[in-house]
Structure formats: structure tokens, C-alpha cells
């Protein structure tokens, strides 16, 4: 039993207790609030100079109460960025298509979106000058906790080193601390609406991949 396993795990365990805590206080969170947060951090990751420079770009689609990147990701398609956003395959491992707009996605269960286009594959993360990601939280050393599937562990895994990693978080959601385990990889810029941090590794294996 997956309960049981993690009694085992004490990292998993606490995940567990901060992962309800973030999504909790962000359901509560007005969608007034949220809105706003979102065209702050959609503003502060635009004038990343990872970002400016980028020719290629991976990034989430947000769905529910996530940092919106509804008008991040058409912003920087207005740039003629090329756009690379995950599909999630049925071990939880990310795929990756184009995004074109908002016209050319599709429902794809548990609601997300996928784009119309082509499958590129596992490796196309690793085209990507810079990647978007989500998260709940991220310590000040850079690890971050995301939903508890593993799928953006994997694809970051890919990414040569080097490669920036930017987490998306709301005010207060950038801890001390977040518990963390070895195969965890971490971010390297996380941004909020009050602005952006660069985390210092600190654990074995931690920091900037």
C-alpha cells in the first residue's frame, strides 16, 4: 500500500503534510488574488534574460489553481519563441508537442490540454534553452515539491547541464525548507509575484541541474 511505503520514508511523509497545507491555502485564495499574482510573475518571467534569449522554451500549461501561464506562453509565441509544452503519458513520464495557440489544444483528462500537434518525444525537453515549470513549493536551496508523480523529475533529468530551470510559486510558497529526497531535481530561478530568487544549493546532488 502506497501509505504504508511511505511510513517507511519520512521526506514523503512530510511532502505529503506540505503538499495538502499549499493546496489547500490556494483554493482558498480568491481568483481576484490569483489573477493578479499571475500577471506579476507572467511580468518578472518575462524580463529573464534566460528568457529574452531563449530561442526555445518549455513550459506548463496551468490548469486550476496553478500560476497561470495562459499569457506567458502566447507572449512569448508573439516572439517567435518555439514553444514546447508537456503531454502527460500514461506512466506519468512527459511527452512534449508544440504549442501554437490556444485554439489548437484539445482536453486531454485530468484536466489538462494537449496541443493538436505531433509528439516530439521524451528527449525534446532537452531542445529547450530554458524551462517553465509548476510547483507547490521551493526551498531557498532550490528543492522544489511538485505533485508527488515524478513526471517533471524525469524530464528534467534529461535537460544537459546548465540548463535554467524556473519554478513558478505564489507569495509565501518559497520556504526555508522543503523536504526533499535524492531523486528529486531541483530549480534555479523561482519566481513570485514580489520577484525573483536564485536558489544556493545546499544538499548532495542539490541546486542548479
Known amino acids: 500500500m502506497e501509505g504504508q511505503a511511505d511510513a517507511g520514508r519520512p521526506a514523503a511523509v512530510a511532502k505529503a503534510a506540505l503538499r495538502a497545507r499549499v ?12 489573477a493578479v499574482a499571475a500577471a506579476a510573475i507572467t511580468a518578472a518571467v518575462l524580463t529573464l534574460p534566460e528568457v529574452r ?7 506548463y500549461l496551468s490548469i486550476g489553481t496553478e500560476p497561470s501561464t495562459a499569457e506567458l506562453v502566447d507572449v512569448l509565441r508573439s516572439r517567435d519563441a518555439r514553444v514546447l509544452v508537456p503531454v502527460l503519458r500514461p506512466d506519468l513520464d512527459l511527452d512534449w508537442a508544440i ?10 483528462g485530468r484536466g489538462l490540454w494537449t ?4 509528439l516530439l518525444g521524451l528527449e525534446a525537453v532537452a531542445e529547450a534553452d530554458v524551462v517553465v515549470v509548476p510547483a507547490l513549493a521551493v526551498s531557498v536551496t532550490g528543492d522544489r515539491l511538485g505533485r508527488g508523480g515524478g513526471s517533471y523529475d524525469r524530464a528534467l533529468a534529461r535537460l544537459p547541464a546548465g540548463c535554467p530551470v524556473v519554478a513558478l510559486l505564489y507569495e509565501g510558497e518559497l520556504l526555508t525548507d522543503v523536504p526533499a529526497e535524492q531523486h528529486d531535481r531541483p530549480v534555479s ?4 509575484p514580489s520577484g525573483v530568487t536564485r536558489p544556493v544549493a545546499a544538499r548532495p546532488g542539490g541546486g542548479p541541474p
Do not use: K, M
Open 99 to 108: 504549442y501554437e495557440n490556444r485554439a489548437g489544444l484539445s482536453p486531454a
Open 53 to 59: 534569449g531563449a530561442r526555445t522554451i518549455a513550459s
Open 115 to 118: 496541443p493538436a500537434g505531433p
Open 23 to 34: 493546496l489547500a491555502a490556494r483554493r482558498a485564495a480568491l481568483p481576484s488574488d490569483r
Open 189 to 192: 530561478v523561482v519566481v513570485t
